[in-house]
């Protein structure tokens, strides 16, 4: 029995040295610490650094917009009358001057000729007046040829013309210099009156001209009113509700008009391209600033800014819904490194840079303008050195580390361009 025991004591001894020895012999892995970052680091803790690049700084404003058309009109008849035909429908595309409907005016047409039977009458007025005119200066120069001969007798030698004769003949001269002058009257009279009938006459031709109604530019018809043999009063007179014939709308060049913040609004510029999304197609376009307000609004405080876009293969439509994104603040080429490598101390500002041996260094620097990822360094720092970024309250400077690449700040963040 007692050899028995001896026997499992001896098994048991044994097989507790095997699992001490293969204990004792195994590797450790990261599940037996979790802690541990790498293999043979030693008691160096692992630091996520990023360097020190350049860069394009900027902020990046979305603004939401929908596009209008260039120009939109509703064309009016300039007279009242029927139309007699009209040429276009929804959708059609015009040309500037283009006839898009003929009205009928009837009454038009009879003051039309009226005026031009005025102005027929009116110059037959003035021949008659020239005749006249034409023969009271022959009449007079006849008159007053004869008058300055017996003068003249009568004055060289007294008696030899009786004076009663020299005195009708003055008589007749006078006489007939006045009828000169009435004729001339009657003339300037027959001309005024032409004056008016052809002031007459252009007005009613003008009226009618309007009886064509014409499109203004180049577009499409975005809506029609009024149908062949419709009434339409005329567009001018603001008592009465009267109705456009068409829409025109032009759509080669849309506006899109977008309200610009006042913390941006001064870094507006003319010309500047503008990228936007455009959701229903989703596709980006590029526009021009073509003009602003220059100008806040008081109640929003935002600057109306216009920017257009070429549509010359009609992909854009009016009413589309966009989403806009304006630029500001842009720094190019400035050397940077992420925010979250800076440390601030009320007006100091440190990092800690990763020596090529791996040591901490604490740095001050200067900085510049911020995004809303990095910032611009203006000293302290060089390209392509080190820094940490994120938790740098667990270093301290002396301290060795283990760098690992971070991604803190890259152009893939917000900001980062």
Same mark, same amino acid.
């Given at each position: 029995?007692?050899?028995?025991?001896?026997?499992?004591?001896?098994?048991?001894?044994?097989?507790?040295?095997?699992?001490?020895?293969?204990?004792?012999?195994?590797?450790?892995?990261?599940?037996?610490?979790?802690?541990?970052?790498?293999?043979?680091?030693?008691?160096?803790?692992?630091?996520?650094?990023?360097?020190?690049?350049?860069?394009?700084?900027?902020?990046?404003?979305?603004?939401?917009?929908?596009?209008?058309?260039?120009?939109?009109?509703?064309?009016?008849?300039?007279?009242?009358?029927?139309?007699?035909?009209?040429?276009?429908?929804?959708?059609?595309?015009?040309?500037?001057?283009?006839?898009?409907?003929?009205?009928?005016?009837?009454?038009?047409? +009879? &003051?039309? !000729?009226?005026? #031009? *039977?005025?102005?027929? %009458? /009116?110059?037959? =007025?003035?021949?008659? @007046? $020239?005749?006249?005119?034409?023969?009271?200066?022959?009449?007079?120069?006849?008159?007053?040829?004869?008058?300055?001969?017996?003068?003249?007798?009568?004055?060289?030698?007294?008696?030899?013309?009786?004076?009663?004769?020299?005195?009708?003949?003055?008589?007749?001269?006078?006489?007939?210099? +006045? &009828?000169? !002058?009435?004729? #001339? *009257?009657?003339?300037? %009279? /027959?001309?005024? =009156?032409?004056?008016? @009938? $052809?002031?007459?006459?252009?007005?009613?031709?003008?009226?009618?001209?309007?009886?064509?109604?014409?499109?203004?530019?180049?577009?499409?018809?975005?809506?029609?009113?009024?149908?062949?043999?419709?009434?339409?009063?005329?567009?001018?007179?603001?008592?009465?509700?009267?109705?456009?014939?068409?829409?025109? !709308?032009?759509?080669?060049?849309?506006?899109?008009?977008?309200?610009?913040?006042?913390?941006? @609004?001064?870094?507006?510029?003319?010309?500047?391209?503008?990228?936007?999304?455009?959701?229903?197609?989703?596709?980006?376009?590029?526009?021009?600033?073509?003009?602003?307000?220059?100008?806040?609004?008081?109640?929003?405080?935002?600057?109306?800014?216009?920017?257009?876009?070429?549509?010359?293969?009609?992909?854009?439509?009016?009413?589309?819904?966009?989403?806009?994104?304006?630029?500001?603040?842009?720094?190019?080429?400035?050397?940077?490194?992420?925010?979250?490598?800076?440390?601030?101390?009320?007006?100091?500002?440190?990092?800690?840079?990763?020596?090529?041996?791996?040591?901490?260094?604490?740095?001050?620097?200067?900085?510049?303008?911020?995004?809303?990822?990095?910032?611009?360094?203006?000293?302290?720092?060089?390209?392509?050195?080190?820094?940490?970024?994120?938790?740098?309250?667990?270093?301290?400077?002396?301290?060795?580390?283990?760098?690992?690449?971070?991604?803190?700040?890259?152009?893939?963040?917000?900001?980062?361009?």
């Amino acid at each position: 029995m007692n050899k028995k025991k001896i026997l499992i004591a001896g098994v048991v001894l044994l097989a507790a040295g095997f699992l001490v020895w293969r204990l004792l012999s195994r590797t450790p892995t990261e599940a037996d610490d979790p802690g541990r970052h790498t293999v043979n680091s030693g008691d160096a803790p692992a630091a996520a650094i990023a360097r020190v690049e350049r860069r394009d700084l900027g902020e990046m404003l979305s603004v939401s917009g929908a596009f209008k058309a260039f120009q939109d009109v509703e064309v009016h008849a300039k007279v009242a009358g029927y139309i007699r035909v009209i040429y276009v429908d929804v959708g059609d595309r015009v040309k500037q001057g283009q006839t898009l409907a003929v009205l009928e005016v009837p009454e038009l047409a +009879a &003051q039309l !000729a009226s005026a #031009e *039977a005025a102005v027929g %009458a /009116a110059q037959e =007025q003035i021949r008659r @007046a $020239q005749g006249d005119l034409q023969r009271a200066k022959s009449t007079y120069s006849a008159a007053h040829s004869a008058y300055t001969r017996l003068k003249q007798a009568a004055d060289s030698q007294a008696g030899l013309v009786a004076q009663q004769e020299v005195d009708d003949s003055q008589a007749k001269d006078l006489s007939d210099e +006045a &009828q000169v !002058a009435s004729a #001339e *009257a009657e003339l300037s %009279a /027959a001309k005024q =009156q032409l004056e008016v @009938a $052809q002031a007459n006459q252009k007005q009613y031709a003008a009226l009618s001209a309007y009886t064509r109604i014409s499109a203004p530019f180049d577009g499409v018809i975005t809506n029609r009113y009024a149908d062949t043999g419709s009434l339409v009063a005329a567009g001018t007179s603001s008592s009465t509700q009267a109705i456009p014939v068409v829409r025109v !709308a032009q759509t080669s060049v849309l506006r899109l008009v977008l309200p610009i913040p006042e913390s941006v @609004a001064a870094q507006i510029h003319l010309g500047e391209v503008v990228k936007v999304h455009v959701q229903a197609l989703n596709q980006d376009f590029e526009g021009k600033v073509s003009r602003f307000a220059d100008t806040l609004n008081e109640q929003t405080r935002t600057m109306e800014t216009e920017i257009d876009f070429e549509n010359r293969r009609n992909q854009l439509l009016p009413g589309m819904y966009v989403e806009a994104h304006l630029s500001h603040d842009e720094r190019r080429n400035a050397l940077t490194v992420p925010l979250e490598a800076v440390a601030r101390s009320g007006e100091l500002t440190n990092v800690l840079v990763v020596s090529p041996d791996n040591i901490v260094e604490e740095r001050p620097v200067k900085l510049g303008q911020e995004s809303s990822t990095r910032v611009e360094v203006l000293s302290g720092l060089t390209e392509g050195e080190r820094v940490i970024v994120g938790n740098l309250g667990e270093f301290r400077p002396g301290q060795k580390v283990v760098p690992k690449e971070s991604k803190a700040g890259s152009a893939g963040a917000p900001g980062g361009r």
